[in-house]
T-cell receptor, first 114, second 114 residues
Framework: KAGVTQTPRYLIKTRGQQVTLSCSPI?????VSWYQQTPGQGLQFLFE???????NKGNFPGRFSGRQFSNSRSEMNVSTLELGDSALYLC?????????????FGDGTRLSIL | DQQVKQNSPSLSVQEGRISILNCDYT??????FLWYKKYPAEGPTFLIS?????DKNEDGRFTVFLNKSAKHLSLHIVPSQPGDSAVYFC?????????????FGTGTRLTVIP
């Protein structure tokens, strides 16, 4: 069974640009969550999508946005990139919307801002 | 405000012995707890979880214990193997509030010495 797939694995951007990251969940999983991992702040929740709707949002500025498609695939977008956005962005999927189900992670997209 | 804490950044254990990783939390609304293992350049891998209605869950060499009154959980690995060497993250969610997002600890690096 294929796991969570994130593309691209690595990305280099400059300040002020925007970026779109992609996530394909495990087949049958309808909930997709995004997390940011940095050395200073650890793993922090960005947002969760279920049935194409944002169900929950973390404490990040509006420059961070996302969406989910009808096939449960998800994208996140970061606009007006800042140096502090350099991080590992992780996507996780879980079963159909029920709480208290384990989330399974992809290997992440490493974003570097120059 | 770190709601999930792993106070030991590292732990070294001899092969074949027991590894005990600890985690504390502050939010009494947390009702679902998970442990993840992470290798470099990979996403976190789900290991084991426990609901707040239980105080123990076992899966092979891995056992998680939950002490709700102390807001403490621990992961026991018996026997420890060199392949268990990785960073272990404790995570929690408050599913009863309808939120599926995970709050992570800062991780404990486990080294199993052959």
């Amino acid at each position: 069974k294929a796991g969570v797939t994130q593309t691209p694995r690595y990305l280099i951007k400059t300040r002020g640009q925007q970026v779109t990251l992609s996530c394909s969940p495990i087949s049958g999983h309808r909930s997709v969550s995004w997390y940011q991992q940095t050395p200073g702040q650890g793993l922090q929740f960005l947002f969760e999508y279920f049935s194409e709707t944002q169900r929950n949002k973390g404490n990040f500025p509006g420059r961070f946005s996302g969406r989910q498609f009808s096939n449960s695939r998800s994208e996140m977008n970061v606009s007006t990139l800042e140096l502090g956005d350099s991080a590992l962005y992780l996507c996780a999927s879980s079963l159909a919307g029920e709480n208290n189900q384990p989330q399974h992670f992809g290997d992440g997209t490493r974003l570097s801002i120059l | 405000d770190q709601q999930v804490k792993q106070n030991s950044p590292s732990l070294s254990v001899q092969e074949g012995r027991i590894s005990i990783l600890n985690c504390d939390y502050t939010n009494s609304m947390f009702d679902y707890f998970l442990w993840y293992k992470k290798y470099p350049a990979e996403g976190p891998t789900f290991l084991i979880s426990i609901s707040s209605i239980k105080d123990k869950n076992e899966d092979g060499r891995f056992t998680v214990f939950l002490n709700k009154s102390a807001k403490h959980l621990s992961l026991h690995i018996v026997p420890s193997q060199p392949g268990d060497s990785a960073v272990y993250f404790c995570a929690a969610s408050a599913g009863r509030t309808g939120a599926n997002n995970l709050f992570f600890g800062t991780g404990t690096r486990l080294t199993v010495i052959p």
